[in-house]
């Protein structure tokens, strides 16, 4: 380990006299080197970046007049050079670094702006390996390290926003930076090399098929700082990855304060669970509180879906989150803002939609251009004390052709028809799960219960309320298919959804007493169906 020298203190104030620039992304560079200029900063740069702010008529110097070496091998060495690193590392104050500066002609660079080479953006292009690999920086990273390593003396800018800053304090300063400023900049630059090489790293495990690299790194940008976590007294923030998958990462939101920490979570569920639902076939409609569902239907259109997926839990639906699978429409607005609504998410919405929620103030509207892929890969990640979890997205879907009937009586096909969808919504429900469903509505949920037999019972319950709420003679459970996302380890559970109505049930199978509950089905009529995939959602 390399002992700390005896540096003098760092200085609160440094002149820029100098600016080595060289960027990929040239949004506001003439801008920005135009102010520079007229500050007095002398200007250094490469390549495309030096002919941009050439052309428009301002003095630059090429990095290879510094150097006296020419950019070289297509541009993968040019800056890789003593008089470049030197200049950037150089301890002003130390008397060993000014005497090898000024034996070797080395003058001090005061100020990097330098953004790296598209690879994110080449990579999320579907590029080609080659490709990619070309657009790896090197020099970039080099750079912003050194500056950001030597930052008593050195500004680094990685970006548009920091080079914006770095310009305000400048003119507000008389051409000087703050040791605060540029402590900050400097932090800002090991996090963007680091989520650069996170990206590398991530690709090339990616590229040789290794699931489970030894090492893994995760890298977010942040989209807001939120008022608040779980609680009150818990700080947090929202950051976005790389990942491009249509949700609340990526959507807009066009009305409504921001988004809670728990609002995220929660509208995020109800978006990935009602995305199971294809829009060419029907509309589709989930109310989701607490992350778990408490009502799911389909519909014709999604006024007819939301009115039924209300009609399975309206006391929970209260400020929940509603997450619809089309275009939402005016109708399917009028009826979402007649209860107290915290955000809806849609794939898009209609101009008179829009109007309808406007008068809802405190509605979150987000529109997110799409739909997320529910069989397309991804990684789930779940954070334990002093390290994290990783798993794959579950992207299982259960057709009717992967149902084992185990009973004696076969389920009708508007049987197996509810059987899978209440299995569907069951992969969304905190686990233990049961879903009692019928023609394309959940009838009752019971979520998140230490025992199967607890949540059968609090589902029963809810399909009963349900009915009452509605003036109906019978529980909406009656005549249903009932979902367990894992195998009922006794046979209470199923006999409390068949004595709630079911005559259907569909469940992993593979528990020691799967004899003891087919009996108990049988006992009883209900037709029952094993899926051998088990769907826990903890």
Not at 94 to 107: D, N, V
Not at 150 to 168: G, K, Q, R, S
Not at 520 to 533: I, K, L, N, S
Request: charged letters at 20%; a negative charge; aromatic letters at 6%.
């Amino acid at each position: 380990m390399p002992a700390a020298p005896d540096f003098p203190p760092a200085p609160d104030r440094v002149a820029a006299r100098r600016a080595l620039i060289s960027v990929s992304d040239k949004t506001g560079l003439v801008e920005a080197a135009r102010a520079l200029a007229a500050l007095g900063v002398e200007l250094v740069s490469t390549g495309g970046t030096r002919k941009a702010i050439a052309d428009a008529g301002l003095p630059v110097k090429d990095i290879s007049e510094l150097t006296g070496f020419p950019e070289m091998m297509d541009g993968r060495v040019k800056t890789l050079h003593p008089v470049v690193h030197g200049g950037l590392l150089g301890v002003r104050g130390a008397p060993e670094h000014a005497r090898a500066m000024a034996e070797h002609g080395i003058g001090a660079i005061d100020l990097v702006y330098v953004n790296l080479y598209p690879f994110e953006a080449t990579v999320a292009a579907g590029a080609g390996f080659d490709a990619c690999v070309e657009n790896i920086d090197i020099g970039g990273p080099a750079m912003i390290r050194s500056a950001a390593k030597n930052h008593a003396y050195v500004a680094v800018c990685t970006a548009p926003e920091d080079m914006a800053e770095v310009l305000a304090e400048l003119a507000a300063n008389s051409g000087a930076t703050s040791l605060e400023l540029r402590r900050r900049l400097a932090a800002r630059a090991y996090a963007r090399t680091a989520s650069y090489d996170s990206a590398i790293s991530t690709w090339f495990a990616g590229q040789l098929g290794d699931q489970w690299p030894q090492r893994k790194t995760l890298s977010g940008q942040r989209v807001q700082t939120m008022r608040y976590g779980e609680n009150p007294h818990q700080a947090a923030a929202f950051y976005r990855t790389a990942e491009v998958r249509p949700g609340v990462a990526s959507a807009r939101q066009l009305q409504g304060k921001e988004l809670s920490y728990n609002n995220l979570g929660d509208t995020d569920a109800a978006f990935e669970l009602v995305a199971e639902f294809d829009p060419a076939e029907s509309a589709a409609v989930a109310i989701i509180k607490h992350a778990n569902p408490c009502g799911v239907a389909l519909g014709a259109d999604l006024k007819t879906a939301y009115e039924r997926a209300l009609q399975c839990d309206p006391v929970s639906a209260f400020g929940g989150i509603v997450a619809v699978n089309r275009r939402l429409d005016a109708a399917a607005a009028h009826e979402i803002v007649k209860i107290f609504t915290e955000v809806v998410i849609a794939p898009d919405a209609d101009e008179e939609a829009i109007v309808v929620f406007e008068a809802r103030k405190n509605l979150r509207l987000l529109l997110t251009g799409g739909l997320p892929d529910p069989r397309a890969p991804g990684e789930v990640l779940r954070t334990v004390a002093g390290g994290f979890l990783v798993q794959t997205r579950d992207v299982s879907r259960v057709t009717a052709a992967d149902l084992k009937v185990v009973t004696r009586r076969q389920p009708t096909r508007q049987e197996v028809r509810d059987m899978l969808f209440a299995f569907t919504i069951a992969k969304h429900v905190k686990s233990n799960a049961v879903v009692f469903a019928r023609d394309g509505q959940t009838a009752g949920i019971g979520a998140g219960q230490m025992n199967r037999r607890d949540s059968a019972r609090i589902a029963a319950l809810r399909a009963a309320e349900a009915a009452e709420t509605a003036g109906l003679p019978q529980s909406l459970a009656q005549g249903s298919a009932c979902a367990s996302e894992a195998f009922f380890p006794f046979a209470d559970g199923l006999i409390q959804a068949a004595e709630a109505g079911a005559t259907a049930v569909i469940q992993p199978g593979g528990s020691m007493r799967d004899e003891e509950v087919i009996a108990a089905a049988d006992e009883r009529g209900v037709a029952m169906a094993f899926t051998g995939v088990r769907v826990f959602r903890h």
